[in-house]
């Protein structure tokens, strides 16, 4: 069997992710990864794969099926995605929602002046979360969608904790609370105020002699991040928080709910992760997506595709047979 | 708007739900309803629409987008599955799993022939439960997948308990068990026999007069149906059994565990129905296929596919630039 050749974009958490994800693919193989900083200091696990300069990209155009690109949606996607859209198939995990249109309108472009294929958004949420929202008001068309994140790590809300002033160092969990998630499963439709949904807990070490009410009230009431929630603070130390806080665990639920019929019957659709790793399953749908860019670019399709437009047998290794023989 | 011109064939319990359901899409309207019976005998719901006799099908091939196949998987759907799909765009719910790939192969080659799309096997299980086995197993690669039905009725079990000498009338529940749900849950991949996960509850209406003994005995052994269950049998009255057990819900879950990376990271995928009407919520999953089968029609598809072939964007009402900024 012809195997897929996967190149990587970033080596970060998603990256080596996605390197752990493709040795568990048999129908793929990573031939290299490409680095922004010097190849020489990037030591990747893959025996036989290469680790390249960003800028040597395209002489490895006629060894790479897929790109998977791995970098922040903040800065480098919106230049990433369109730039090597213009000479590879792509699959990244852009993620800042009020610019998907305009993201996907660049990737587009660019995808089909090169005649690939470029899914954008890939990953649980967008992704698989997207997915199961679309599936779910498709079906119960007058009903109510309700998405609750956690328990999890927030990279950004940590970043905001890291820069007040006394904090050496700090962790945030995004925590779903539970009797807001158990009265949506009852199928009631209520209405729930941010507040109402999420809670979130704070882990800080603080500097040497910081003030430590200060820093407290600092988190609690910052705007966009904290204010509307009902935030937790703990100070803990440093071994602390690399002991019981160095793991990347995430998940949540998308639930919908909605009526069908004359006679007021209610149903409730539930979809819900539980991930160990957030960067190891963000990888692993990145790679799945991955086989379906490579099938449809050799379909002879192009153009910049989202989770929605890639029909569900894609995905898998098995042949469309397969599939409606075991799983169907 | 033109909208999506629907027949029914069929109307019992799946096809009045179709009915409901296209009742609340707006861009869908209900022609017709073709029956063996004698047309005048049936009464619908839909003010200008037609009930005509299933022979008369074909004069209306100009006027119907799409025929939703409302007939039943043992006797009627291997006949009647083909046969509409020469001439029309078919829906179905076909629910005998082994005989999936010939009901494909035969659907296929009529709806190729007429030149039309047939999406086969659309409902919940299968459907939605088949999509996220699929969508699950080709995320985690490595790892363990169950399914779970209930609480809810099992039309066949029903009819086994009603053959039983001195049964006058009775109906049928599987049960999923709680604990051994939990187990799954916790991503342990448990092993699990066929009494582990499901026990079933029957509640049971005798003839005067009738060895309530014998009907437990012959219910609790009744191989293929019962033996390899732990089952509860419950003697009711006639009255009881419509005032309680009338309404035909039904549910379950589809859950993944499996592992990622090299740390021993696990993840849980969930996807779980409750649902208060299970011909309702089938004829909604219908509809929503209808709408895709339009559309690949009219861009020029034909032959069978199953909703592993289906895009999620093909489901929704909503246009793929309100999908990418709604719900991405």
């Known amino acids: 069997m012809e195997k897929i050749r996967i190149g990587i974009v970033g080596y970060g958490n998603i990256g080596r992710g996605v390197e752990q994800a493709i040795a568990r693919n048999d129908d793929m193989e990573l031939k290299a990864v490409f680095t922004r900083r010097d190849p020489k200091t990037v030591s990747i696990k893959t025996e036989g794969a290469e680790v390249k300069h960003f800028d040597d990209m395209v002489s490895m155009k006629e060894d790479i099926d897929v790109m998977v690109l791995c970098g922040g949606s903040a800065t480098d996607l919106p230049v990433m995605g369109p730039e090597v859209a213009k000479n590879f198939c792509t ?11 305009e993201y996907f309108a660049n990737v587009d472009a660019a995808a089909k002046a090169g005649n ?55 962790i945030q969990y995004t925590v779903p609370i539970e009797a807001a998630v158990e009265k949506v499963r009852t199928g009631s439709e209520p209405e729930l105020t941010t507040r109402d949904k999420h809670l979130r807990e704070c882990y800080v070490v603080p500097e040497e002699g910081a003030d430590l009410k200060a820093i407290e009230e600092a988190i609690k009431t910052m705007p966009n991040y904290f204010d509307e929630y009902d935030t937790t603070v703990t100070f803990i130390t440093e071994e602390e928080l690399k002991k019981n806080h160095s793991k990347m665990p995430h998940g949540g639920f998308v639930i ?3 009526e069908t019929g004359t006679e007021g019957n209610k149903h409730v659709i539930e979809y819900s992760l539980k991930l160990d790793s957030n960067p190891e399953f963000t990888a692993s749908v990145l790679i799945c997506y991955a086989r379906a860019a490579y099938r449809l670019s050799k379909a002879g399709e192009s153009g910049a595709k989202s989770v929605f437009d890639i029909a569900p047998a894609m995905l898998s290794q098995k042949t469309p047979e397969e599939l409606r023989k075991e799983l169907l």
């Open 256 to 258: 919908r709910s909605g």
């Open 91 to 101: 699959i990244d995990s852009f993620d800042t929602h009020a610019k998907i249109p």
């Open 116 to 170: 690939n294929v470029s899914i954008i958004s890939v990953g649980w949420d967008p992704g698989m979360f997207s997915l199961n929202r679309l599936y779910a008001e498709s079906i119960l068309v007058q009903g109510s969608t309700y998405t609750f994140w956690g328990k999890g790590v927030s990279q950004g809300h940590s970043d905001a904790i890291r820069r007040i002033e006394g904090v050496k160092n700090g």
